[in-house]
């Protein structure tokens, strides 16, 4: 089992090893630079040989970068697609210098024009990206909830990016919160004892749900799904909203997590949390750690 959360890489990215280590962790998350501007130094091969050392020291096995917020490569603002792509390939390079598990990004947003409208010109720069970026790197498209025009809240998408790029470099990442969110029920549906049972998690109203794990079968994306992210959700079934909240203590609720963590693949993925902390400012602990552990 592989579980860690984001951490911080402030003073340098190999710091975030031992931050990983004090909270529990095997896997890590990290930023490779900051995450609030697009500036990018590279960084000293001494400084990439600390993490390699820390990796096997410390027993952090799986690195997951994850790709600044301010990306979007669906944008009609060229200056903005250029900078997202710039970024991308920065964390592509440093995904190749960890031997990494992937590149997290959030492709963007269609600001209303829908995914048909921009579909082609993310194909077009994702091709792009990947052809100037190392062949031991991974592109991880994340799954959205929906707000705001966001890309990805529909599996379907993926699939279809996935396709249309033919790439094996190009993978995905499924966050927990964001396809609860986006109104897919968690359970594992398919080889659970809740099989057989209502949903834990209600429809909404206006319509079935969708369950994430059939959809996933459904889709064939178990092979190029490479990432969990394990969050729960302050915001309730289906709302389209984005907010993260500590294990145990959202909508998601203990038995749709268990449900969830018995099939079988989700198992062997790195699995990171990216909640608020039990005190609602530090980020992801040992606590929040442990209550993903007890689950499984």
Request: glycine share 8%.
């Amino acid at each position: 089992m592989f579980i860690g959360g984001h951490v911080s890489a402030a003073g340098g990215i190999s710091l975030a090893y031992g931050r990983a280590k004090e909270i529990g962790g095997n896997a890590v998350q990290i930023f490779s630079a900051s995450p609030r501007v697009w500036t990018r130094k590279d960084i000293a091969q001494s400084e990439i040989d600390r993490c390699l050392q820390f990796q096997k020291e410390l027993g952090i096995t799986k690195t997951v970068i994850h790709a600044i917020y301010l990306v979007n490569l669906a944008s009609d603002n060229k200056e903005l697609v250029e900078k997202s792509r710039n970024c991308i390939e920065f964390d592509l390079r440093v995904d190749a210098a960890l031997h990494g598990s992937g590149v997290v990004v959030h492709v963007g947003s269609h600001q209303g024009k829908g995914f048909e409208a921009v579909f082609d010109q993310l194909v077009h720069e994702i091709k792009i990206i990947l052809s100037n970026t190392p062949e031991n790197s991974t592109f991880l498209i994340e799954n959205s909830a929906g707000q705001n025009g966001k890309i990805a809240s529909d599996l379907s998408e993926i699939r279809r990016l996935i396709d249309a790029v033919g790439s094996p470099r190009l993978g995905w990442c499924l966050d927990t919160c964001h396809a609860f969110c986006a109104g897919y029920e968690l359970e594992n549906s398919l080889n659970s004892p809740l099989s057989h049972q209502p949903p834990l998690t209600p429809p909404s109203e206006g319509g079935e749900s969708k369950n994430v794990i059939e959809e996933i079968d459904r889709l064939q994306l178990w092979d190029t799904l490479k990432v969990v992210h394990v969050n729960d959700s302050r915001d309730s079934f289906d709302s389209g909203r984005d907010r993260h909240e500590n294990i145990g203590e959202g909508s998601i609720g203990d038995d749709v997590f268990r449900s969830f963590f018995s099939h079988e693949k989700i198992r062997t993925l790195p699995l990171i949390i990216e909640v608020p902390g039990i005190d609602h400012k530090s980020g992801p602990d040992k606590e929040n750690i442990e209550r993903v552990k007890r689950l499984m």
